[in-house]
């Protein structure tokens, strides 16, 4: 079982340039997120595709774009990539069942440096 | 404001001994809790979860956590550590629904160091 896929898992740019994180998910589900996680910061929630075709910020989603594509592809853009950028970045994807309720799943992350 | 406290930054605990990480939560709603675990340089994976019912769940590689409402605790609990358990473990609280509903919210991890 693949889950959640993200690449590339390593980035060093230089500030000012641009770059789109990909993240694909096989689970069939209709939520998707971006996180970024910074020490002692825990994880903070960049952008939301709660479904396709739908995209909402989150807690920090300034300097971000993202792209729902299709149900399963949820991209997140740097359009002119600063150092406090620099943070590892997590994409995730849910589906909420009678259940279980709404249980998130994660990707393994994509560090990102810029200097 | 909805919030989640992981008071310890850093425990550090003896091969074979119980292991106890503290986590508090404040949420208006009825909380869905979560634990879960990040190895270096991996991303999370989930431990166990509470929705409902039984307020002591268990969880996998031999993890429990109690739901106490009256205390806003969710705390992890294992009887016996292992050094492979040496990794960041995170607390978070959700509501029920996908999107903005289902976005959970962290604490800001436990890092748990395991004494040979």
């Known amino acids: 079982n693949a889950g959640v896929t993200q690449t590339p898992k390593f980035q060093v740019l230089k500030t000012g340039q641009s770059m789109t994180l990909q993240c694909a998910q096989d689970?069939?589900?209709?939520?998707m997120y971006w996180y970024r996680q910074d020490p002692g910061m825990g994880l903070r929630l960049i952008y939301y595709?709660?479904?396709?075709?739908?995209?909402d910020k989150g807690e920090v989603p300034n300097g971000y774009n993202v792209s729902r594509l299709n149900k399963r592809e949820f991209s997140l853009r740097l359009e002119s990539a600063a150092p406090s950028q620099t943070s590892v970045y997590f994409c995730?994807?849910?589906?909420?069942?009678?259940?279980?309720?709404?249980?998130?799943?994660f990707g393994e992350g994509s560090w990102l440096t810029v200097v | 404001a909805q919030s989640v406290t992981q008071p310890d930054i850093h425990i550090t605990v003896s091969e074979g001994a119980s292991l106890e990480l503290r986590c508090n939560y404040s949420?208006?709603?009825?909380?869905?809790l979560f634990w879960y675990v990040q190895s270096p340089g991996q991303g999370l994976q989930l431990l166990l979860k509470?929705?409902?019912?039984?307020?002591l769940v268990q969880g996998i590689k031999g993890f429990e956590a109690e739901f106490k409402r009256s205390q806003s605790s969710f705390n992890l609990r294992k009887p016996s550590v292992h050094w492979s358990d040496a990794a960041e473990y995170f607390c978070?609280?959700?509501?029920?629904?996908?999107?903005?509903?289902?976005?959970?919210?962290f604490g800001k991890g436990t890092k748990l160091s395991v004494k040979p």
């Open positions: 689970m069939n589900h209709n939520s």
């Open positions: 949420y208006g709603a009825t909380p869905y």
């Open positions: 978070a609280v959700g509501a029920k629904g996908g999107g903005s509903q289902g976005n959970l919210i």
């Open positions: 595709s709660a479904s396709e075709g739908t995209t």
């Open positions: 509470y929705f409902s019912g039984d307020t």
């Open positions: 995730a994807s849910s589906e909420l069942t009678a259940e279980w309720g709404n249980t998130i799943y």
